[in-house]
């Protein structure tokens, strides 16, 4: 077993096995995906995915935030534009996003998209990254697999985190996600659960190591630890 599955709860681990789900290995779309966006992203001499890098010396995790809190509009990366563009408009009665939401850079998950996160408090504005300590992990699926996603909080300037993940927030975060798929017709979401902010890091290392494994490689699939 991976050095980084340690650090893993074991209702993780069951779940992602309930899933049929290799933790430590990176399905081969993904790597496709990940060789896609590298291609996508060398027009530019830095890259807000492909250089800044994850995690800072005191501790803290980098994330783009590619979403404000409250907005409807669906922002992503456009890796060859290295700026984000809308891919939708979240409908009315779902309503904007309860959450700042965004990636951590230098990260591929298992749906060939880097990893999601979501930082806690107020609005922060789109387009720009933030630094965040991880208070924790939504587990997720949708209908591409496993899509989990670390929660971050900013710090305050005793370096601890401005904002707790308690169960009312994650009851609104949760509800969101398991609902925002419903309007997409073949689409699904859901969020079984959470999970610890030891949990949340690995998940980060293991993502992260997957970028710096398969990174320039032409694997099928890419079998790494951090």
């Known amino acids: 077993m991976h050095r980084w599955l340690a650090c893993l709860s074991c209702a993780l681990i069951v779940e992602a096995a309930a899933q049929g789900l290799d933790l430590s290995m990176l399905p081969a779309t993904a790597t496709s995906q990940l060789t896609r966006s590298l291609v996508a992203a060398s027009g530019h001499p ?90 924790g992990l939504m587990l997720m699926e949708d209908e591409k697999g496993h899509d989990s996603k670390v929660v971050l909080s900013p710090i305050g300037r005793d370096g601890r985190p401005l904002y707790r993940l308690g169960t009312e927030e994650q009851r609104t975060i949760g509800t969101y996600f398991d609902r925002y798929k419903r309007h997409e017709a073949g689409k699904f979401s859901r969020v079984p659960g959470w999970e610890s902010a030891a949990a949340g890091r690995a998940y980060v290392l293991q993502t992260h190591a997957f970028f710096r494994g398969c990174r320039g490689q032409a694997d099928a699939a890419c079998h790494v630890s951090p």
């Open 46 to 135: 830095r890259h807000v995915w492909r250089d800044t890098a994850p995690f800072n010396d005191d501790g803290t995790v980098n994330a783009y935030v590619e979403i404000a809190r409250g907005d409807r509009r669906k922002w992503e990366l456009d890796m060859a534009a290295n700026a984000r563009a809308i891919d939708r408009v979240m409908p009315p009665e779902l309503g904007g996003y309860p959450v700042n939401y965004g990636f951590v850079p230098q990260t591929i998950s298992y749906d060939g998209d880097p990893f999601d996160a979501l930082l806690l408090g107020p609005a922060l504005p789109g387009g720009r990254t933030a630094r965040g300590v991880i208070v």
